[in-house]
């Protein structure tokens, strides 16, 4: 019988390893920042840190999913890692899996959302695609993932847990939080989260006025026309808009820090 080729061999250290252990913030302070949409913190991020949007909510959409990240780099169309990490992830980790955003074979399904459940894992953030959708919905576990296809996935490795990952683009590492909702998925590196908390909650104050104008109509653009003078480009005609009371500035550029979610 003729011999494998030595590079079918599984060689320990990068890209077959293990890390049992991460530094984790407290959860009181992950769950301040889980309380602001996913858009305020991407823009206060300087919009670094979300995650591809192809990777979207499935299921436990109803709720935003946050904690820290548990990462997981698999071969595409393999989950043995995956399955290894239910014995390694704590109570209220997420569990974020980088599958080279195979269209392939399913890296989970239902059976390990079962497990994961009892484990107290809070959800998936999977760079590929699921299975099982239907039974992951009756198990109530928060999965967000490109997509889902019946194809199952191989049990063989290689893999790395709790090693930096790209998900979505976005590099995170063990113990980054995760907070994701309807619109979208952010990684935030764990040593900037008080930071990005303050930043934040003066961002809140310092927008409630201008978003209570908004609300009212009451509210001036010309901080466009500032920007389009500036760099010079003709305007032809007269404009049919006629430009209400100009409300107080709320920063620079009169609200191009705002979030886009609420200047559109």
Known sequence: MADKPRSAEMHPGPGFRISVDFVRLDRSLMEQLS????PDISDLLNRMYALNPAIH???GCDRPLW????TVRVFPGDNLMVHKALDIARPG????VDAGSSPMNAVLGDLVCIKAKHRGVAGFVVDGLIRDLPGIIEVGMPVYARGTTPIGPLHRGPGEINFPIS????IVNPGDVIVADAAGIVAVPRDVVAEVLQRLREHTTRQAGYLA??????FSNAWVDRILEQAGCPIVGKAAHVEPAVVPSIGAADGILASPRKLA
Not at 67 to 70: D, K
Not at 93 to 96: M, T
Request: hydrophobic letters at 30%.
């Open 35 to 38: 309380s602001f949409p996913t």
């Open 93 to 96: 980790d997420v569990i974020v």
């Open 213 to 218: 104008s908004i609300e009212r109509g009451s």
């Open 57 to 59: 909510c499935l299921t």
């Open 67 to 70: 904690g820290p990240a548990c």
């Open 167 to 170: 998900c979505g683009g976005t």
